[in-house]
């Protein structure tokens, strides 16, 4: 009878309190978006960093936390700290970023702002490499996007021209040591798959034409 008693009593209580303050306990809700993160572009190789909680509040006003993926992590790799977000340019290109707000109860807010990654202008380098022993010279095309700026290669003299799509290369020197013949300019050093070399002529010391076929030109940062 006593427990019965006390139960009651506690119920009443429970009321009691309910009806004198007049409301119930409110639901939670999810955070919500504040504006809109703006869109970035960043050289590649280049890292930015942006403070993604001036972009989320939370009506409750919880403590939120942060996370962010990248929809193409070649082009951007992405991570968080804190309520930091950091942007590192991998290649040339664009992708989208999720970012995500949560709460305690998980519940979550998302901004995707654009991410264009441009290419990072810097020198690339040509090896060319010959199955034959004697060469002492040879012509060379470079195709892609670069500039008018050529050196050359350690013990090598380079003339050099500009032709449609890219420029040709006139190399002398002891080219049975292979390696670096040359240097270019070029618009996107992050990225020397997208320049071609192709060893158009070669002659020997004795300056008599070799073949071509048995050279090999390498675009390499």
């Known amino acids: 009878m006593k427990r019965s008693f006390l139960l009651l009593a506690a119920i009443a209580v429970v009321v009691v309190a ?23 572009e960043i050289t590649a190789t280049d890292t930015v960093r942006v403070d993604v909680s001036a972009y989320f509040e939370d009506p409750d006003g919880d403590e939120l936390r942060y996370n962010a993926v990248s929809y193409d992590r070649e082009v951007a790799g992405v991570w968080v700290t804190g309520s930091i977000l950091a942007i590192e340019g991998g290649r040339r290109g664009q992708t989208v970023v999720l970012v995500n707000a949560l709460d305690p109860d998980g519940e979550k807010a998302s901004q995707t702002p654009d991410v264009r990654v441009i290419g990072k202008p810097g020198f690339l380098r040509a090896e060319l490499s010959y199955d034959e022993e004697d060469i002492g010279a040879v ?22 021209a500009r032709v449609s799509g890219g420029l040709r290369a006139f190399v002398a020197g002891n080219i049975a040591d292979g390696g670096t013949v040359l240097r270019f300019w070029a618009e996107d050093s992050t990225a020397p798959e997208g320049y071609r070399g192709t060893l158009e002529e070669a002659a020997g010391k004795d300056y008599r034409q070799r073949p071509v076929e048995s050279g090999r030109v390498v675009i390499a940062r």
Not at 18 to 40: A, E, L
Not at 139 to 160: M, N, P, Q
Request: aromatic share 6%.
């Open 18 to 40: 309910y009806s004198c303050d007049g409301s119930k306990p409110q639901p939670n809700r999810p955070p919500q978006p504040v504006g809109s993160i703006p869109p970035q």
């Open 139 to 160: 012509l060379l095309r470079i195709e892609g996007l670069l500039k008018d700026s050529v050196e050359a290669g350690t013990g090598f003299e380079v003339y050099h």
